[in-house]
T-cell receptor
Framework: EPEVTQTPSHQVTQMGQEVILRCVPISNHLYFYWYRQILGQKVEFLVSFYNNEISEKSEIFDDQFSVERPDGSNFTLKIRSTKLEDSAMYFC??????????????FGEGSWLTVV | AQKVTQAQTEISVVEKEDVTLDCVYETRDTTYYLFWYKQPPSGELVFLIRRNSFDEQNEISGRYSWNFQKSTSSFNFTITASQVVDSAVYFCALSESGGGADGLTFGKGTHLIIQP
């Protein structure tokens, strides 16, 4: 069964450093997402991406964050100048079409980011 | 106001007991979609079920069943004859066709502990 894959599974970085989290969405899916889950809290929407541009973003997704689809398969989340509060599990996800049309969002296994 | 409320923070039952996880949602849309995801201790988010607002038929899948009631804005999840492997955090989520983000709005999750 096709799945969303993410790398790395865990990354430790020093405060102020830049981090890139990578994802390979399910191959025939058109919408891609990043979500964040701070330890013990709920999963929060960060950004959705369609047709090589951001479709929607939440208040959390400020100028510190950026997303990119550098080639036909990868989808990345870049966090610039990381802060302690960026420590969280970051989930990549994809759906065949827009979630608001009822399409199921499938999640990867997550990338656990620890900022020290 | 929370759009998805999972009032039960943690539930602990003994194996083989039945357990129901509650989910209450809030939306002004007439078309919307409800989801349940499972997050086992390993951290990934596993899709369990999707239900659209026009389909109030209850669904059963093995030991899992879901009760969708528009009159009370609830989408409850029951596990029959629970097993230790059911131990996980379960999230209810909402996708709205009109307002809301492209993605999902999650509840805070219910931590289910199945004791042997």
């Amino acid at each position: 069964e096709p799945e969303v894959t993410q790398t790395p599974s865990h990354q430790v970085t020093q405060m102020g450093q830049e981090v890139i989290l990578r994802c390979v969405p399910i191959s025939n899916h058109l919408y891609f997402y990043w979500y964040r889950q701070i330890l013990g809290q709920k999963v929060e929407f960060l950004v959705s991406f369609y047709n090589n541009e951001i479709s929607e973003k939440s208040e959390i997704f400020d100028d510190q964050f950026s997303v990119e689809r550098p080639d036909g398969s990868n989808f990345t989340l870049k966090i610039r100048s990381t802060k302690l509060e960026d420590s969280a599990m970051y989930f990549c996800a994809s759906s065949l079409d827009r979630a608001r049309l009822g399409n199921t969002i499938y999640f990867g296994e997550g990338s656990w980011l620890t900022v020290v | 106001a929370q759009k998805v409320t999972q009032a039960q923070t943690e539930i602990s039952v003994v194996e083989k007991e039945d357990v129901t996880l509650d989910c209450v949602y809030e939306t002004r849309d007439t078309t919307y979609y409800l989801f349940w995801y499972k997050q086992p201790p390993s951290g990934e988010l596993v899709f369990l079920i999707r239900r659209n607002s026009f389909d109030e038929q209850n669904e059963i899948s093995g030991r899992y069943s879901w009760n969708f009631q528009k009159s009370t804005s609830s989408f409850n999840f029951t596990i029959t004859a629970s097993q230790v492997v059911d131990s996980a955090v379960y999230f209810c989520a909402l996708s709205e066709s009109g307002g809301g983000a492209d993605g999902l709005t999650f509840g805070k999750g219910t931590h289910l502990i199945i004791q042997p």
